[in-house]
């Protein structure tokens, strides 16, 4: 008897459903309490009279190297606030403080190579979101946004936004007991319930480098992080203050170029603008912006495309991250509903300037997650219309990790570029949904749909996707329709008209005491792509082992079956042309990685075998190099021989990526980029001298250059000095 794909998935999820459960260990309270006087913002948490008093919480448990063991060093954190700010002070004991471990002190930076601190707040208490705030012992200031706990990837809908920032200020101090640090972060930034008394999620994570430690406050199991919020414990008896605040960021730019569209002449430019911030309620808030630019934003990174599909490059925009997750519904980087990028980004590269928009976004009745988002355009003559995009998305939550929720995008254009205006529009509708069954299963799945004039029929696509996650087995298979017409022109579609299935399954085995390893995690993968006849377009069987040490050092080794099917001609380089065929291949595959937190660390990627009916060696090599916690460094080089039983067949692709960064002080960053393709000869240079007031507000110096035009993406052939200065002003 044949088994239809969509039966074999509700056969694996009913086995999933199926499995044992395992009670989750009890998440841990911490009472907050009203100071009587605002902590001195020094780093010194010991001697301050603002904390006495105040019991910490203690007693953080391991989740590597030794997962359910007591953490090697204490650390207490204390908790408190006052009518303006919430306030965390933490003392990081270490017996051997010659061994903290500082690395990059940028904002945002990471802060998995170095002794670090983070905290998580669920501040509605909905147990699927929160916001994270971190440091190190150099002062960084890391934040960032969790939605449905992070759980991107192969399922929809949940994300972690490392792009998000807000107001709020950090300082450590290293001692002889070790490090600490005081955190204070303002209510005015952060957006929560109306109760007079309130109780927020919350959990603490612990990083001790120089052993590879991983500790929290509320225990996790070993295939959990921080994000977790489900797990966390409780922060209880918090008195926050009602708020209306208003805030805006004004910002005037000036900036000269030469060269690209403006040919030999030098073109001089002035901007001013704005964004403004106001909260309606305390959990809902309006954002204005007023010709919007982005010219601070680092450059996108030059990529081949060895292949017939779209490339992917990630939105960095500041307006657009925030509350990113929100508007998120689809695949990441195969089918994304809603693609800010397409606002001021066309496909083809064509950048348009954006005039104005507003976003409503947060709570409503605490547990509704509402988002509406209105953007214009200007037109770029011939190229690309003047543009109105309208996004509304709603969200429900449910217990247990589950929602369910629905999102309209529309472009309006002006038809400037195919003359009939009453035609120039595209509509996406889509139902999204995630059901968290007991401790470790989650289904998850959308359904969609797209209007365009003139592609009418086969216009719907869907997915739907199981996952298991238990200490020791990540399980999990999905199936994908898209349909010919299908076309969210505010989105991402890697590849149209196609079936796909996949299936996942990965073991992590601890051994107590062998040859000093940490974890090995062997795993098997597929992904298979149909057309709507029938066709076999595409399929990856991945089988793996991850080999982990406790001294960091990483090797994976793992083998490849490919499959491409070709029914068209495509062009893999200039004047090579892949023909029709179907192409059946094996490669091998070698990752090897040195420990990220020492100063030099290296890792590189080798890819050998079988590459459209030829073979193919593709080399991916990384250096690292830091010095303390001011300079650090990156070289990447993405070295590619192919050789094809076609005409010009035999090439070799290059490209170069040098990165450079010198933290002043956490504030005071000089950033470069230097990037060559030597497909086009391309030497691109992007250079950022930044000075933050706050958040991602301040001065900015950016100078770009680039010397080749073809590069693809929207990098295009010019020299631009930019200078750019914005501070935010509290109104009210």
């Given amino acids: 008897m044949r088994i239809a794909p969509t039966q074999r998935l509700c056969l694996v999820a009913l086995m999933f459903v199926l499995l044992p459960a395992q009670d989750a260990t009890a998440a841990p309270d911490l009472r907050s309490v009203a100071l009587n006087q605002t902590p001195e913002l020094d780093g010194v948490v010991r001697g301050d009279p603002a904390w006495a008093g105040l019991r910490p919480a203690t007693g953080f448990t391991q989740v590597r190297p030794f997962e359910g063991q007591p953490a090697t060093q204490k650390t207490e954190v204390y908790v408190g606030f006052t009518a303006d700010a919430l306030y965390v002070g933490v003392i990081c004991y ?29 501040v509605f208490h909905d147990r699927q979101n929160g916001l994270v705030f971190g440091t190190t012992p150099s002062s960084v200031e890391y934040d960032g946004q969790v939605t449905s706990e992070g759980e991107g990837g192969f399922r929809s809908g949940g994300a972690f936004n490392r792009n998000w920032d807000t107001t709020w200020s950090v300082q450590s101090k290293i001692g002889d007991h070790g490090w600490s640090a005081e955190f204070e972060i303002p209510f005015r930034s952060l957006r929560y319930g ?116 779209n490339l992917f490059f990630p939105e960095k925009r500041s307006f ?52 509406l988002l209105h953007m214009r355009t200007d037109a770029v003559g011939g190229l690309a219309p003047e543009n109105d995009f309208t996004v509304a998305r709603i969200n429900q939550e449910l217990p247990n990790r589950s929602s369910i929720g629905a999102i309209l995008i529309q472009r309006d254009g002006d038809g400037s570029v195919n003359g009939d205006e009453d035609s120039d529009y595209n509509r ?107 066709f076999y377009e595409s399929g990856f069987l991945h089988v793996d082992n991850h080999w982990e040490w406790h001294s960091g050092l990483e090797i994976h080794t793992g083998v490849n079956f490919t499959r491409e099917g070709v029914k068209e001609p495509f062009e893999i380089n200039r004047g090579t042309f892949v023909l029709p065929g179907e192409y059946d291949h094996k490669e091998v595959q070698l990752v090897f990685q040195t420990n990220e937190a020492d100063m030099v660390s290296f890792e590189t990627r080798l890819f050998r075998g079988g590459f459209f009916g030829g073979r193919r060696t593709s080399l991916d090599s990384e250096i690292n190099f830091r010095y303390g916690d001011k300079f650090s460094s990156e070289l990447e080089w993405v070295y590619n021989d192919i050789d094809l ?88």
């Fill in 94 to 122: 270490d017996e051997n403080p010659e061994t903290i471990v500082i690395a990059d002190s940028r904002r945002d930076s990471s802060l998995d190579d170095t002794d670090s601190f983070q905290i998580i707040l669920d």
């Fill in 194 to 309: 109306n109760a007079d008394t309130q109780t927020w999620g919350i959990n603490f994570q612990r990083n001790i480098r120089a052993n590879n430690e991983v500790v929290y406050w509320a225990p996790l199991s070993m295939q959990h992080n921080l994000y977790r919020v489900s797990d966390a414990g409780r922060l209880l008896d918090l008195q926050p203050p009602a708020q209306r605040n208003f805030k805006i960021t004004p910002y005037a730019l000036g900036s000269v170029r030469r060269g690209g569209d403006v040919e030999n002449d030098t073109h001089f430019n002035e901007e001013f603008g704005f964004d403004a911030k106001y909260s309606v309620t305390p959990s809902l808030t309006l954002d204005v912006t007023y010709n919007t630019d982005f010219a601070q934003v680092e450059v996108d990174e030059v990529q081949a495309n060895l292949d017939r599909f």
């Fill in 320 to 371: 657009f991250l925030e509350n990113a997750g929100q508007f998120s519904v689809g695949t990441p980087r195969e089918v994304e509903l809603f693609f800010s990028r397409r606002i001021g980004i066309g496909a083809d590269g064509v950048q348009q300037p954006i005039d104005g928009g507003v976003r409503l976004s947060g709570k409503v009745g605490g547990s509704t997650n509402v988002g």
């Fill in 428 to 534: 996406t509708y889509a139902v999204d949904g995630r059901w968290g069954i007991g401790e470790y299963v989650t289904v998850a799945g959308y359904a969609a749909a797209t209007e365009t004039p003139g592609r009418r029929g086969d216009d719907q696509a869907y997915r739907l996707s199981v996952r298991q996650d238990t200490p020791l087995w990540s399980n999990q298979v999905g199936y994908t329709k898209v349909g010919e017409n299908f076309n969210p022109e505010v989105g991402f579609l890697r590849r149209n008209n196609y079936e796909k299935g996949e299936f996942r399954t990965l073991y992590r085995y601890r051994p107590d005491d062998l040859f000093g390893f940490y974890e090995l995690r062997p795993h098997i993968s597929y992904r298979g792509f149909w057309d709507d006849e029938g």
């Fill in 645 to 732: 039983p076609f005409e010009n067949g035999d090439f070799e692709v290059n490209i170069g990526r040098l990165r450079l960064s010198y933290s002043f002080t956490p504030k005071i960053l000089l950033q470069a980029l230097v990037q060559y393709d030597d497909r086009t000869d391309l030497i691109a240079t992007n250079l950022r001298f930044s000075w933050l007031q706050s958040a991602n507000a301040g001065l900015y110096l950016v100078y770009n250059e680039v010397d080749d035009e073809t590069v693809r993406g929207p990098i295009k052939k010019r020299r631009e000095f930019t200078l750019k200065y914005s501070r935010i002003i509290d109104v009210l």
